[in-house]
């Protein structure tokens, strides 16, 4: 059992933070953080395909930690986990993810992203009414969203900011887009504690494989070829998770209800030079006698709707709550390359099973997995 109270953070009251999606890659990395600074923290995952509790393996036994398996989407078991626990802050990672999934399965992420959302809005929003007004003044809905919603940057068009008019370009950015707009919604409705983030592309440990970089470094290993989509010009922003979970800590200390914060790495690549770093950097790390790395790349379809180029400005939360990167893109990628190599148990026991099968049945051609 958790206790009451939670060891307090410099400057501040007792936290109590409810986690969605925390069993997934940047839930996990704030999780791993939170209770890392004494926080009690209850962990709701579903544990599809990219939830894995081994992320949070650390934390077993940890009085300051509980793990709920569950779906944002059932009202019921949402109001019963806040009315138990009532948190102080929650935070929302729970979404699918994954451009190619959301092409090939969209009403998977409508359900998810859209109806979980509202869901899980609607629950907070019925037990946050009966909190004591000093209760509801300081508690916290943070909502962690995408720089995909704002649509796609031609070469030199200047990064996307907060007022930047959302433009979606797939499925899944579609159905984030629709979760912003209903979180927002239920600020200005009902005055519900709303803070939203737009972040760039994360890169980090624990990531699930099916994403660009992991998944370089899997087939990689493997001596697998490493298919890159068109002609590897599109770029990205890339951003280091814990620099991303300590821009998500400071918005929900300092951040303002009812304003959005964009976290962007300053890191602008095409996919073409992020594969050829992470090839150096396994060429450093674990040579192949076969030769380098970047022999395997190859170059297949472009992917139906590819954004050209995100980017995003991140002076407003810079300006505002002080938030500074701490990892450059080059060292950053190199050590999580280093950690994928020391890792293998976690990233072979994340390749089997349901990830198997899916990749099957989707990508019966390897040459297309990208």
């Given at each position: 059992?958790?206790?009451?109270?939670?060891?307090?953070?410099?400057?501040?009251?007792?936290?109590?933070?409810?986690?969605?999606?925390?069993?997934?890659?940047?839930?996990?990395?704030?999780?791993?953080?939170?209770?890392?600074?004494?926080?009690?923290?209850?962990?709701?995952?579903?544990?599809?395909?990219?939830?894995?509790?081994?992320?949070?393996?650390?934390?077993?036994?940890?009085?300051?930690?509980?793990?709920?398996?569950?779906?944002?989407?059932?009202?019921?078991?949402?109001?019963?986990?806040?009315?138990?626990?009532?948190?102080?802050?929650?935070?929302?990672?729970?979404?699918?993810?994954?451009?190619?999934?959301?092409?090939?399965?969209?009403?998977?992420?409508?359900?998810?992203?859209?109806?979980?959302?509202?869901?899980?809005?609607?629950?907070?929003?019925?037990?946050?009414?009966?909190?004591?007004?000093?209760?509801?003044?300081?508690?916290?809905?943070?909502?962690?969203?995408?720089?995909?919603?704002?649509?796609?940057?031609?070469?030199?068009?200047?990064?996307?900011?907060?007022?930047?008019?959302?433009a979606p370009n797939s499925?899944?950015?579609?159905?984030?887009?629709a979760s912003d707009h209903?979180?927002?919604?239920?600020?200005?409705?009902?005055?519900?504690?709303?803070?939203?983030?737009?972040?760039?592309?994360?890169?980090?440990?624990?990531?699930?494989?099916?994403?660009?970089?992991?998944?370089?470094?899997?087939?990689?290993?493997?001596?697998?070829?490493?298919?890159?989509?068109?002609?590897?010009?599109?770029?990205?922003?890339?951003?280091?998770?814990?620099?991303h979970c300590a821009a998500?800590?400071?918005?929900?200390?300092?951040?303002?209800?009812?304003?959005?914060?964009?976290?962007?790495?300053?890191?602008?690549?095409?996919?073409?030079?992020?594969?050829?770093?992470?090839?150096?950097?396994?060429?450093?790390?674990?040579?192949?006698?076969?030769?380098?790395?970047?022999?395997?790349?190859?170059?297949?379809?472009?992917?139906?709707?590819?954004?050209?180029?995100?980017?995003?400005?991140?002076?407003?939360?810079?300006?505002?709550?002080?938030?500074?990167?701490?990892?450059?893109?080059?060292?950053?990628?190199?050590?999580?390359?280093?950690?994928?190599?020391?890792?293998?148990?976690?990233?072979?026991?994340?390749?089997?099973?349901?990830?198997?099968?899916?990749?099957?049945?989707?990508?019966?051609?390897?040459?297309?997995?990208?």
């Amino acid at each position: 059992m958790i206790p009451a109270i939670s060891r307090r953070e410099t400057g501040g009251a007792p936290k109590k933070y409810l986690v969605t999606g925390g069993a997934g890659f940047i839930g996990s990395c704030f999780v791993l953080g939170a209770v890392s600074r004494g926080t009690a923290t209850l962990t709701l995952d579903k544990l599809c395909y990219s939830g894995n509790l081994l992320n949070l393996l650390s934390l077993k036994d940890n009085p300051l930690h509980r793990f709920e398996r569950g779906d944002i989407g059932d009202f019921s078991f949402i109001l019963s986990l806040l009315e138990d626990f009532r948190p102080d802050a929650l935070i929302n990672f729970a979404a699918e993810s994954h451009v190619d999934r959301s092409i090939l399965a969209p009403e998977d992420f409508v359900r998810t992203n859209v109806l979980g959302t509202h869901s899980l809005l609607a629950a907070v929003l019925a037990w946050w009414k009966k909190l004591p007004a000093g209760a509801a003044e300081k508690f916290r809905f943070l909502h962690v969203s995408t720089d995909e919603v704002f649509g796609s940057l031609r070469a030199g068009e200047p990064a996307f900011t907060e007022s930047t008019p959302y433009a979606p370009n797939s499925p899944y950015s579609a159905s984030k887009a629709a979760s912003d707009h209903f979180a927002r919604a239920y600020h200005a409705t009902y005055g519900l504690p709303v803070l939203i983030t737009n972040c760039s592309n994360n890169y980090g440990p624990r990531q699930f494989p099916e994403k660009l970089i992991p998944l370089v470094i899997a087939r990689a290993m493997r001596r697998e070829s490493l298919p890159l989509y068109g002609n590897g010009e599109n770029i990205r922003d890339w951003l280091h998770v814990e620099d991303h979970c300590a821009a998500i800590k400071l918005v929900l200390n300092r951040g303002t209800p009812g304003e959005t914060y964009n976290v962007g790495g300053q890191a602008e690549r095409r996919n073409i030079d992020v594969v050829r770093t992470v090839c150096s950097a396994l060429d450093e790390l674990r040579p192949h006698p076969d030769g380098p790395y970047a022999g395997l790349i190859r170059f297949v379809a472009d992917r139906a709707g590819h954004d050209f180029r995100y980017a995003v400005n991140s002076a407003k939360i810079e300006r505002e709550l002080g938030w500074k990167r701490k990892f450059g893109f080059e060292q950053g990628l190199r050590e999580t390359v280093l950690w994928y190599l020391e890792n293998p148990d976690w990233l072979a026991a994340v390749q089997s099973g349901a990830y198997r099968d899916w990749i099957r049945k989707n990508y019966p051609d390897p040459e297309a997995v990208s």
